[in-house]
């Protein structure tokens, strides 16, 4: 089992950046797929980013795609989800997961473990 622990969030203004952090206790961040998800108020959890146990894979979900980057470091059990040119729209709660079956990474079934998420609010 992992534990994760999502820190980085906060308040922006429009066009600014955010990096979010996941850390992980527990067991190794390697063995492990992960992932990034947004719930904003009154909406399921939706999916934001993807990134493979070496790094070497990643996919993004197309409202963030070419503004987000998901990165990890295994050695210091961290992924990360960088954000720049934030929109409004982005304003939720995001949270970090970890996987350890392929299935269909883009949807929240395919992980087994959460963090317990980061608030962002980009304001207008």
């Known amino acids: 089992q992992v534990q994760l622990v999502e820190s980085g969030g906060g308040l922006v203004q429009v066009g600014g950046s955010l990096r979010l952090s996941c850390a992980a206790s527990?067991?190794?961040?390697?063995?492990?797929?992960m992932g990034w998800f947004l719930q904003a108020p009154g909406k399921e959890r939706e999916f934001v980013a993807y990134i493979s146990r070496s790094g070497g894979s990643t996919y993004y979900a197309d409202s963030v795609k070419g503004r987000f980057t998901i990165s990890r470091d295994n050695a210091q059990n961290t992924v990360y989800l960088q954000m720049n040119s934030l929109k409004p729209e982005d304003t939720a709660v995001y949270y970090c997961?970890?996987?350890?079956?392929?299935?269909?990474?883009?949807?929240?079934?395919?992980?087994?473990?959460w963090g317990q998420g980061t608030q962002v609010t980009v304001s207008s």
């Open positions: 527990g067991r190794a961040l390697s063995s492990y797929f």
């Open positions: 997961a970890a996987g350890g079956v392929i299935s269909g990474v883009t949807s929240k079934m395919a992980y087994d473990y």
